[in-house]
């Protein structure tokens, strides 16, 4: 199957930027659609941004449009996140997760996830 594992967070002032990976191991990770998603204490699991298994189709959560760039590299099998303008409000842990079937926003029908990494951001 596949292993994800994240890494990038830190604790940023607002306005800085950061950016996040996902290194997968396993099988075939270029027939996967990949997504972030993020938790912050208190509140459910959302969808950040997600990209189609070949690249060209991404999909981002209004909160982060014009912030945030989703992109992967399959030959090193590894996705990005790169986010700028960070505020208060993205802090969270941050989760890499993997569907072979279907790029959705839907945290519950991702198949593999990764342990997380957390992205705190002070005012």
Request: aromatic share 12%.
């Amino acid at each position: 199957q596949v292993q994800l594992v994240e890494s990038g967070g830190g604790l940023v002032q607002a306005g800085d930027s950061l950016r996040l990976s996902c290194a997968a191991s396993g099988r075939t990770f270029s027939s996967y659609n990949m997504a972030w998603f993020r938790q912050a204490p208190g509140k459910e699991r959302e969808f950040v941004a997600g990209i189609s298994w070949g690249g060209g189709s991404t999909r981002y959560a209004d909160s982060v449009k014009g912030r945030f760039t989703i992109s992967r590299d399959n030959a090193k099998s590894t996705m990005y996140l790169q986010m700028n303008s960070l505020q208060p409000e993205d802090t969270a842990v941050y989760y890499c997760a993997a569907n072979k079937n279907l790029l959705t926003t839907n945290h519950r029908l991702y198949d593999y996830w990764g342990q997380g990494t957390q992205v705190t951001v002070s005012s």
